[in-house]
C-alpha cells in the first residue's frame, strides 16, 4: 500500500493515503474506537463493524461515507495495548504507522489520516488536530459553538448523531465542519455563521 507519513508543527502526525479506500480501511479500527457510537472504546473485529455497519445504513458503505479522520496520540497508543489483532492486510498498516508514530516518543500529540497535505480533507482534520493540541483555539471553537443559536445547533448535532458520530465529539465535529466543510452537514441557512468560523479558525490549519 502507498503511503508515507509527515510531521506536521511538531507534534501533528498527517498520515497520508492517496487511495480512498485503502485509506478508510486502514483508519477504520482506529477511528471507531475513538468515535463510534457502538464501539468506542472496545476491541472488535472488522466483522462486527461491518455487520453493524450495515444493518444500521442498509449496506457497507464505509469507504464511499468517509474520507479522513482523526485520533489523539494516546488513544491511538490505548488502542494499540489493547491488543493487536491481525485479521486483514489493514492491521498490518494500522500497526506498522503506529510503530513509526511511536518511535519519535511524544506522549502529547494528534494524528490525522488524509490524502495530501492540502484541500478540504486535510484542512477538517487539522481543525480536529488544532483544537485538541492548542487552547487558543479551541477557546475559540468553543466559543464559536456556544453561540450557535439552537436552531442551527440542534440540527446540525441531528445530522451528525445520524450519519455515525457519538455524542463526545459533537462540538469537536461542529467546529471542523463548519470551518471547512459545512455544506456536508445538510443544514440550510448555515453559510453566514460558518463564514465566522472560518475567519477565526482558518488561520490556524494552512500548514
Known sequence: MDYRIEVIQDNIFAVIIPDRYDRCMTFLKVAEYYESPEFKGKHFTFWEFMRWYTEKNGTFSYVKDWEGAN???KVFRKFINHGRWIETPYDYYLCDIWDRIDRHGLKNGYVIFTDS???ETFDHEMCHAKSYL???YKKLASILVD???SHVYNPIKDSLLGVGYCEDVIVDEIQAYMTT???DLNTEGIEDVAKKFEETLGQYIKK
Open 147 to 149: 453561540k450557535l443559536p
Open 117 to 119: 497535505t492540502q484541500g
Open 181 to 183: 466543510n459545512y455544506w
Open 71 to 73: 485520533v489523539p496520540l
Open 134 to 136: 492548542d487552547k487558543n
